[in-house]
Structure formats: structure tokens, C-alpha cells
């Protein structure tokens, strides 16, 4: 995939993404399942891969498994500017001063901007680049590789970077040739990216189910998680998708992955190609583990459907109150709420952060931010679409489910 710089265009338009009827049925209310909160992870390609790892570095409490990134690059890398986003953060041209980066990262862990980088040391991280990637160019990954060895044991990091791969998802049964850079962004590499990506986050699993799937698909509303409104206003999509095998609908204990697509790579654009074509559903049929496909879509700053990692819809689009980040970190916790055995068993709220200040579940602090009540637990924006999980404990109240 290319980038067209169209001068007639404003900055945010030219942005033209690291990437590229619904085939699930009616669209329902993402249901709950028996998700342990130690069991999540998420992964990304291209845009999608800034946005994994966004949500690792800002929401470490709740991602304890880790990230897999193919094709991405340091954190807060744009730093809210479309021409560092597409220059230093994906061409490799000029400097993205990794130890600035990584100065921003340890302030905001201090103040609460994201989660305690402390989180980190014993996730997981697969990091993925391929030789003749000419979107994201090797050495901006390289740089996410040394800003990972800073927080991650290093022991608990991958990272393949050897294989002839272009800008796309390397599987072993679908897609474009290897070398290939063009929609879907989906290339058959004869390398189970996904396979390995998960048996590195979770360990050793069954084999993979190469046959028909047992499980089904769900087309998710997505428009929950922004408080009822219209999140194609910010760049989401009105729905979602999941692939669930029949053992989580039936009620056992499973784990969650959050895939996120990159751009122009969307149900809207590319069909069931990442939702189904990545390899992720073989391994997750035959180990328990629901797979959810959050959606992007276009917006006039925001034209191929990129997740934000540059700041096109939020300034605060890399923080634990960013609205994007908000949204997704909700439907996980949604989902993981339905586990007798995590910590959601207290008495507890769904609810915008407004009305958690309007009952006094929380209260706005001097940065204009929502607090819980005692605990002082950062809840994000003080926002009617700003929707958290609080729960009230005998010490106080406690943000996204946890009552320790």
C-alpha cells in the first residue's frame, strides 16, 4: 500500500493509512462470557499495531497477557502530528527520538495518564516486521523493539524480522503473494503469523482446527461503548465482530484476543479478509478463545478507517481516556464480566462516568478528569460517552472491575 500526498488536501486528510452488509447476521449486544481477567491480549497490523500497542502500554492492569505488533511503532510515536505520523513514525525519515518517547511514557505512568508501566514486566510482546515492509519500515519497529526492553522483560519479547514479507498479515493459507503490498493486506507467507503470535502470548496450545470452525461469529453494536452515540463520528465503526467457539457460548472458561485491523482493512472494505482470513479463529476454536474484531471507519480526517494513533479524532488519543482506547477497553470489559471468578463479583455499576459523579461513585478532579470515590482510581473522561466499570468494595469504589 501507498500513501497519496495530495496538496489540496489538509494534513489529517493526506494521512492515507498504513493500510488497507454484514456476513454475521443481526446485530446484538455484545454478550458477557467466562473471560478470566488474566487471560486477555490484543494485537495489531499496521494502524491496528499502534493501537495494540496503545492499549498495552495505556491499560497494562487489564491487558496482563501482552501484545502481538506486526508492522507498527513506539509508543506516542506521532505525537499528535499527521507529518510525524506519516515521516519519522512510518517512512523512516527523519528522527523519532526514541528516548523523548520513552521520557513522555514514564510521565504519564507516574500521573496516571496510562497505568503503571510496572504492569508490564511479565506480559508477553511478538513483534513482527517483514525485510521489504515499504509502509512501516523496519527501523521504526526496530524502535518499538528497544522501547519494549525498557519495560518487558526481555526474556518475554520476540521478534521476527528476517522474513521477505511486504506491509500485511503473513499467513499460511490466504491472501497475496509474500512480496505483495495491495488490498486486502492479507499475504500468504507460508508463516502462521497468528498461530505463533498466540502460542508465544499464551504458551502451549492445541493444534490448530484447519477444517470447518464450530464456533459462530457475532456482528457486536458498538455505538454501547460510546454512551448510545454515533461512534462513526469518531471513527468507529456502528458494530463490531467476534469469533466465539461453542465451548464460550457454552459457558467454560475462556481467554480473550482483540484483534485490530489496519486501514482500509475493515469489514466495510475488505469483507471477512481479516476477520476470518488471518488464522486467528483455527487457534482459537480448539482453546477456548473468544477472538474480538473491534471496527474502524472513515471519517473526513480519517479516510481509509485508521484506528488513532495520530490524534484525528482525541487529543488524548493514547491514554486511558482516549476515546477509542475508552470504547475498546469496555467491550473487554464487558466481555470478562461474565466470569464468576474475576473480580467483578462485587456490587457494581455500568455507567457513564457522568452519572457515576452524578450518584458520587466518583468525582472530577482538578485536571477536569473522573475519579472513583476513596480509591481515587483514574476513570477517564468526564464525558456522557465516557462509560467505565465501578464497584463499590468497603474501602471505596474501583474502577473496570477491580474490587481488590
Given amino acids: 500500500m501507498t500513501f497519496q500526498r495530495l496538496s489540496t488536501k489538509p494534513a489529517s486528510a493526506i494521512l492515507a493509512c498504513l493500510l488497507s452488509s454484514s456476513a454475521f447476521g443481526a446485530v446484538v449486544v455484545l454478550p458477557k462470557y467466562n473471560v478470566s481477567v488474566n487471560d486477555v491480549s490484543v494485537s495489531g497490523l499496521s494502524s491496528g499495531a499502534y493501537m495494540a500497542a496503545q492499549m498495552h502500554f495505556a491499560y497494562s492492569k487489564t491487558i496482563k497477557k ?150 459462530t461469529f457475532i456482528n457486536f453494536d458498538q455505538a454501547t461503548f460510546w454512551g448510545n452515540a454515533n461512534p462513526t463520528t469518531h471513527g468507529m465503526a456502528s458494530s463490531g465482530y467476534a469469533y466465539v467457539p461453542a465451548n464460550c457460548t457454552a459457558g467454560q472458561v475462556c481467554k480473550l484476543h482483540v484483534a485490530l485491523h489496519g486501514c482500509k482493512q475493515n469489514v466495510a472494505t475488505v469483507g471477512v479478509n481479516y476477520n476470518q482470513n488471518t488464522g486467528y479463529n483455527r487457534w482459537a476454536d480448539t482453546n477456548n478463545m473468544i477472538v474480538l474484531y473491534p471496527q474502524a471507519t472513515t471519517t473526513a480526517a480519517n479516510p481509509n478507517g485508521c484506528w488513532d494513533w495520530w490524534g484525528y479524532d482525541d487529543v488524548n488519543f493514547p491514554a486511558k481516556s482516549g476515546g477509542q482506547m475508552v470504547a475498546i477497553k469496555t467491550m473487554i470489559d464487558r466481555v470478562v464480566s461474565g466470569n464468576a471468578a474475576a473480580p467483578f463479583t462485587c456490587s457494581g455499576w455500568y455507567d457513564s462516568n457522568y452519572w457515576h459523579v452524578y450518584y458520587g461513585r466518583a468525582y472530577v478532579g482538578s485536571d477536569g478528569q473522573a475519579y472513583a470515590v476513596n480509591s481515587n482510581q483514574y476513570l477517564g473522561y468526564y464525558t456522557t460517552y465516557a462509560y467505565t466499570n465501578v464497584r463499590r468494595t468497603s474501602a471505596g469504589y474501583y474502577a473496570h472491575g477491580s474490587c481488590a
Avoid at 108 to 132: E, H, Q, R
Avoid at 157 to 175: C, L, Q, R, V, W
Avoid at 195 to 205: E, F, N, S
Fill in 66 to 215: 501482552g501484545a502481538g505488533i506486526v508492522a507498527g511503532g513506539p509508543m506516542y510515536c506521532s505525537q499528535g502530528s499527521v507529518a510525524i505520523a506519516t515521516g519519522p513514525c512510518m517512512a523512516d525519515t527523519g528522527s523519532r527520538n526514541l528516548a523523548y518517547l520513552q521520557s513522555v511514557v514514564n510521565t504519564w505512568s507516574g500521573n496516571g495518564y496510562i497505568d503503571p508501566t510496572s504492569n508490564m514486566a511479565g506480559s508477553k510482546v511478538y513483534l513482527f516486521s517483514g525485510t521489504l515492509d515499504s509502509t512501516v519500515k523496519q527501523p521504526v519497529m526496530n524502535d518499538l523493539n528497544t522501547m519494549y526492553a525498557n519495560y518487558v522483560t526481555p526474556a518475554n519479547i520476540t521478534y521476527k524480522n528476517n522474513i521477505a514479507a511486504e506491509h500485511a498479515m503473513p499467513t499460511d493459507f490466504s491472501g497475496n503473494g509474500c512480496s505483495t503490498n495491495a488490498t486486502p493486506y492479507v499475504n500468504n507467507c507460508n508463516l502462521d503469523t497468528a498461530g505463533d503470535m498466540l502460542k508465544w502470548l499464551y504458551g502451549t496450545l492445541n493444534a490448530k482446527n484447519v477444517g470447518t470452525l464450530g464456533g
